[in-house]
Each structure stands twice: as structure tokens, then as C-alpha cells.
């Protein structure tokens, strides 16, 4: 008969509050380097200029860099909203529309439907012919990713160490700081190819 481990309790540690003031800092640095780039070219409304650079940039990029942007985008968000609202039903039965899921006495966790909706938008953008549908399809595939991953830990232990400091440091700091970067490094490109359309339509 196997063991039950003691699990230390939550604590993330100096290490991951660092990660996370790092990566608010550098998407803060992004936004306030762009606004002002914007404006040393003579626009005089930064804020306005700068999100219409980002939507030209979006739009013109390749295919495969807007399905990337996307399933890193919706992965990162709904891990983080995931973590967010389970946190919320610690404390409570239900928060807003969202409750624990319990089917035959059974808990449902959440990398049960975040696995069908991966597998799913998976599959449909194998059998799809449409490209367009491509990065439509990123969205619900970096939620379901969200889900599953977020859940690791406990597939990994067969355990439910979700709030154990076992089942979210590796997962917080490891794949938060990959989507996180992914999905910078890809907005960049998206802001310098719209500063050419919007800022030099004119141009090359």
C-alpha cells in the first residue's frame, strides 16, 4: 500500500514573486517604450496610434505567427485566471458561474475538459483545409493546454497537490514565463511591421 507523502504547504517562495514582478515590469517597459516611440514620430494621440499599430501588425503577420499568438495568449490567460478562480472556491461553494464539478461523488478537475477542448480544436485544425481557421483555432487549443497543465502536478503525483508547494511551483514559474516571453517576443513583431503601415504607409 503506497504512502501518502507530506506535502509542504503553499508557499511559492522569493523566486517566483521575482518572476512575476519581472514579467509585469517588462510588459509594462514594452507598452511605455511603444507609446513613446509612437509619439517621438510626431503623433499626438499615442494611445490610439499605438493599439492601431499593434491591430495592423497582427493583421498583416503570417498565418502560423497569428496561430502562434494566439494559443500563447489564451494559454497564459487562462492559467492564470484558472489558478485565480480556484483560489476563490477554496473560500467559497461557488464564484459567479463557477463551482466544483462533482459527478458519482467524484471530483471533476479542470484538465478533464481542458484535454477535450486541446484534443478537440487539435483535431479540427488537422482536418481542416481553411487556413483562415488556423489561428481561430489556437484560441480554444491554448485553453485547453491551460487547463490540462495547470493540473500537471496531480497527474504527475497521483495525488491532489494542487495547493501544495509541490503541485505549482515548477508549473507558475516554468510555463508562465514561457507563454509569457513567447507571446512578447511575438508582439514586438507585430508592432514593428505596424509602425511601417501606419506610420510609413508611404514607405518601402
Given amino acids: 500500500m503506497r504512502r501518502r507523502r507530506r506535502h509542504r504547504p503553499l508557499d ?12 509585469t515590469v517588462i510588459t509594462a517597459a514594452l507598452l511605455l517604450v511603444e507609446l513613446r516611440r509612437v509619439r517621438s514620430r510626431g503623433s499626438d494621440h499615442a ?69 477535450v477542448i486541446a484534443f478537440a480544436s487539435g483535431t479540427g485544425a488537422i482536418l481542416t483545409r481553411d487556413e483562415k481557421l488556423e489561428p481561430w483555432l489556437a484560441v480554444p487549443f491554448g485553453v485547453g493546454m491551460g487547463l490540462t497543465l495547470d493540473e500537471s502536478a496531480l497527474l504527475l503525483e497521483l495525488e491532489d497537490v494542487y495547493w501544495s508547494r509541490e503541485g505549482i511551483l515548477s508549473v507558475q514559474i516554468t510555463l508562465t514565463a514561457i507563454a509569457m ?17 501606419v506610420l510609413d504607409p508611404a514607405g518601402p
Fill in 47 to 115: 494611445v490610439a496610434d499605438t493599439a492601431e499599430v499593434a491591430l495592423a501588425g497582427y493583421q498583416e503577420v503570417s498565418t502560423r505567427e497569428n496561430s502562434m499568438f494566439n494559443l500563447l495568449t489564451s494559454f497564459a490567460t487562462t492559467f492564470v485566471m484558472a489558478r485565480s478562480i480556484t483560489y476563490m472556491l477554496r473560500e467559497r461553494k461557488s464564484f459567479g458561474p463557477f463551482r466544483n464539478l462533482r459527478a458519482g461523488g467524484r471530483h471533476i478537475h479542470h484538465y478533464v475538459p481542458g484535454i
Fill in 181 to 197: 516571453l513567447g507571446a512578447l517576443a511575438l508582439g514586438l513583431r507585430f508592432l514593428r511591421r505596424g509602425e511601417q503601415l
Fill in 12 to 23: 511559492p517562495g522569493r523566486g517566483t514573486l521575482v518572476l512575476g514582478g519581472a514579467a
